[in-house]
């Protein structure tokens, strides 16, 4: 038997959320994007500030995975610092486990800062420059699936060991959810990762960014994320919901409605894809992990943080019990 049902790999950062007040914020858009005006030059208050120790894509799945009843372990790369100590700390009071992750002495540990401001944020991100390596694993860590997202810029090396170890192990079923720096890579570089994936995640504009597309057309959307080789392709689209394919198969599910205003939106795509991979690992069909995932993503909304409002199985049972009827998995 498997030690760990989920592997999960990717950098992780220590997030801190300032909650900006408005005063001296402006909001605006053009054609664009949205803006946000701060004064330069001078001192902005701020509400109040909390601090997520361990965040990042990777750790927030893996945070989800241990909340929904799932052995996991993080494989990742930190500093050798204060910082990177108090994330493993947090990671194992979570139930993770952290003994794949490496201590680089040669930099030190993410920080990341979120300038939270109403329901939504900007953060400022960097991703330090690690030694990455695929550790060697043995017999009894070799898990079910590995779960992939975000690392640095500069790791083609390492995504060529995991591709590598990936066709080592053809039992270990892979689900891809690409980061920015990866969709950036472009499709050639990363195509033995897409090809491998059993499970490939992103937002709706990372798909047409992956594999091409028209953005109004969904159906060419995931013809496209498929044609790269992952059996199931799964695109979410904000307030509208999700859709999946597995080949032969479409699905559509709405989001789920949220009980208050989001507090501050997260964290919202990791919570979503941790309960989606969680009920598949559970031996859940395609469309009941597809019924799964919006309710973790709704609940993270609610707090503050990526990982305050991730949900147990038993909660986010309570919740789909008492869904509205226009809740539904629907097939198109």
Known sequence: MALFDVLSVGDTATDV???????????????????MDLPFGGKVPFE??????????????????SRLGLSTALAAHVGNDEIGRTMQASLEYEG???????????????????????????????????DYHWP????????????????????????????????????????????TFQIAMGTEAMEGLYRRA????????????IGGGDHGQLSEILQS???LGPKTVVVTDGPEGAYASDGSQRYR??????????????????AFASA???ALVKGLPLSEALAWAPVNAMSVVQEVGSQTGLLSETDLRKYLKRAPEAYAVETW
């Not at 109040?48 to 799945?61: E, F, L, M």
């Not at 059993?198 to 960014?209: Q, T």
């Open 48 to 65: 109040y500030a909390v601090t997520v120790d361990a965040g990042g894509n990777a750790a927030n799945a893996a945070v989800g995975f």
């Open 96 to 130: 993770v486990a952290t003994h794949l992750m490496r201590f680089d002495p040669a930099q030190p540990s993410n920080r990341n800062f979120v300038l939270w401001f109403g329901q939504d944020r900007t953060i400022l991100v960097r991703h330090e420059l690690f």
């Open 276 to 278: 989606l991979i969680a």
């Open 225 to 227: 994320l498929h044609r």
């Open 136 to 179: 060697d694993l043995s017999p009894r860590e070799i898990p079910r699936w590995l779960y992939l997202s975000s690392v640095g810029s500069d790791a083609p090396e390492y995504y060529g060991q995991i591709e590598r170890w990936l066709d080592s192990e053809p039992s270990v079923r892979f689900a891809f959810q690409p980061g």
């Open 17 to 35: 959320f300032i909650r900006l007040s408005d005063t001296h914020i402006r909001i605006w858009e053009d054609g664009h994007g949205h803006w």
């Open 198 to 209: 059993e499970v490939l995640i992103c937002n709706r504009e990372e798909a047409v960014e």
């Open 253 to 270: 599910v709405p989001a789920y409605p949220d009980p208050f205003p989001p507090k501050e939106r997260t964290g919202a795509g990791d």
